[in-house]
T-cell receptor, first 109, second 113 residues
Framework: GQNIDQPTEMTATEGAIVQINCTYQTSGFNGLFWYQQHAGEAPTFLSYNVLDGLEEKGRFSSFLSRSKGYSYLLLKELQMKDSASYLCAPMDSNYQLIWGAGTKLIIKP | DGGITQSPKYLFRKEGQNVTLSCEQNLNHDAMYWYRQDPGQGLRLIYYSQIVNDFQKGDIAEGYSVSREKKESFPLTVTSAQKNPTAFYLC????????????FGSGTRLTVV
């Protein structure tokens, strides 16, 4: 079957660094996406990894290991506006995104 | 600017009534999707369509219906057969290979009163 595993909730301090881990199992693989979703809003695209390694984009970086079925999202210099849910979504062989429940990140001053 | 528009943003429905949620995109995307999201939960796929006049059931299609008469439009009808329709509904679109990910509309919050 297809499965996504992420922590349900994490707490971090403003200005710090946090790493959100994701393990996945899919039928085929066409890359992995990370989305950010603020409460009551639609998800917005953060990053896409299709090859192993690290992709950096400003304060956000995403890592992928295809052989381990593992990805992480690294957020640096945390700001209060980063309080949101972070969704790990691998793409299966039919080019469909598979969604887990996401990780709710709480930032404290 | 290209984008995907959902309307209305908030919708109230009486029990026993059908209601239709609108989703329009001008991104020239082939694929369109409808998701339901309940509080604290992930996205669950209701229906998707990869081409005009064709659509497929997702994981929770019971009590819902869709049509895809035009590439730009993918309306969702929540029928009276859906026993617990109160939720946040999200429409998304993508190119067929999806390598750019999905673009989401702003969502419709449906409440049964």
């Amino acid at each position: 079957g297809q499965n996504i595993d992420q922590p349900t909730e994490m707490t971090a301090t403003e200005g710090a660094i946090v790493q959100i881990n994701c393990t996945y199992q899919t039928s085929g693989f066409n890359g992995l996406f990370w989305y950010q979703q603020h409460a009551g809003e639609a998800p917005t695209f953060l990053s896409y990894n299709v090859l192993d390694g690290l992709e950096e984009k400003g304060r956000f970086s995403s890592f992928l290991s295809r052989s381990k079925g593992y990805s992480y999202l690294l957020l640096k210099e945390l700001q209060m506006k980063d309080s949101a849910s972070y969704l790990c979504a691998p793409m299966d062989s039919n080019y469909q995104l598979i969604w887990g429940a996401g990780t709710k990140l709480i930032i404290k001053p | 600017d290209g984008g995907i528009t959902q309307s209305p943003k908030y919708l109230f429905r009486k029990e026993g009534q059908n209601v239709t949620l609108s989703c329009e995109q001008n991104l020239n995307h082939d694929a369109m999707y409808w998701y339901r999201q309940d509080p604290g939960q992930g996205l669950r796929l209701i229906y998707y369509s990869q081409i005009v006049n064709d659509f497929q059931k997702g994981d929770i299609a019971e009590g819902y219906s869709v049509s895809r008469e035009k590439k730009e439009s993918f309306p969702l009808t929540v029928t009276s057969a859906q026993k617990n329709p109160t939720a946040f509904y999200l429409c998304a679109s993508s190119g067929l290979e999806g390598s750019a990910g999905y673009t989401f509309g702003s969502g419709t919050r449906l409440t049964v009163v």
